[in-house]
């Protein structure tokens, strides 16, 4: 399909903004570009019972005991009850581990929490050069598991824990689906939007859409330049669950997976190729492919009106797996 209207629009506004792509920036100029670009395109704010911000004791760096503390942002969409807890979504946003934050998809996570009718807990991990890899996966993880130990505090229901991500932030979350399953954690669905699962961008979608589509190549790998201590790196399952050979577990027996792609992202045919993974390795999996749309368009329904059903699946999926009808 050609691009959606609205999404060429987009592209056009943005190149006549002439706005300096992130890899022109250093880490810091494009953090604070990203925060103040990305509620431009949001739908409103859904109201919520509460919002809490927390913080929650993580591991230093990338060996160590839990000896510092990150940002979580608890959002509640109705009255916590305790005797009839609520599922939750843990989930992690976007920035290729280097820009974005818990403020820049609030409006995606008050989504989820008011159409999914769940408690969500968005991740505030820390952020590359500053950190490298893999501190935000520990910091993933381990905000995971701090929920999973303290979910009757909050009126949470810990048997109904899905884990979420866009980009960067569904790296980490089909990460962490295969580290809860190896730690006992239950995990009833791993919800992946345009999810980066590959090291290597050889792909067809790759090249095709390696320019002009918000995504650049040049943006990829300034992004993992940040990230990554060095090449060896890049071999690393916890980088790149799809092709990552250092220390790749078996991917059979985690949570069911709902994979979201766009037609023109450069990272669609990796994710396809994930869901074929886990599929192989026995997981239930739903692949949804939005036509005419981009990487980011899930935080573009303010603008796009199609948008929304691409929100109504991933809020419906998450009803399912905790079973709300």
């Not at 949470?156 to 730690?183: E, Q, Y």
Request: glycine share 8%; charged share 20%.
């Amino acid at each position: 399909m050609p691009l959606n209207p609205k999404i060429k629009d987009i592209l056009e506004m943005i190149e006549r903004a002439k706005r300096p792509p992130f890899h022109e920036l250093t880490p810091q100029q494009a953090r604070a570009s990203y925060e103040k670009s990305a509620p431009i395109l949001e739908i409103a704010s859904a109201p919520m019972f509460s919002i809490e911000d927390l913080a929650v004791p993580v591991r230093k760096g990338t060996v160590g005991t839990p000896d510092t503390t990150i940002r979580v942002r608890l959002y509640q969409p109705v009255e916590p009850h305790w005797a009839q807890p609520a599922p939750v979504l843990v989930y992690f946003h976007g920035g290729g581990f280097t820009v974005g934050s818990v403020a820049t998809h609030d409006a995606i996570c008050r989504m989820f929490a008011r159409d999914a009718q769940c408690a969500v807990l968005s991740v505030d991990y820390r952020l590359a050069p500053e950190r490298k890899f893999p501190t935000a996966v520990n910091d993933a993880f381990d905000a995971l598991r701090w929920l999973y130990e303290n979910a009757a505090a909050y009126g949470i229901d810990a048997s109904r824990i899905a884990l979420g991500g866009d980009s960067a932030g569904g790296t980490l979350a089909t990460v962490g689906a295969v580290l809860a399953r190896d730690a006992g954690i239950p995990i009833v669905l791993q919800l992946l939007v345009y999810p980066g699962t590959s090291s290597h961008q050889q792909t067809d979608s790759h090249a095709r859409l390696a320019n002009g589509y918000l995504l650049p190549a040049t943006t990829i790998q300034w992004f993992f330049t940040q990230y990554l201590r060095d090449a060896g790196d890049r071999l690393d399952w916890r980088f790149a669950p799809l092709d990552g050979t250092r220390g790749a577990p078996d991917f059979s027996g985690v949570a069911p997976a709902w994979i979201a792609t766009a037609e023109y992202d450069p990272l669609s045919d990796e994710g396809a190729a994930y869901a074929d993974k886990l599929r192989a390795a026995g997981n239930a999996v739903t692949l949804k492919r939005y036509d005419g749309m981009i990487h980011e368009f899930f935080k573009m329904g303010g603008y796009v009106p199609e948008v929304a059903q691409a929100h109504a699946d991933a809020a419906a999926a998450l009803r399912a797996a905790f079973g709300i009808d």
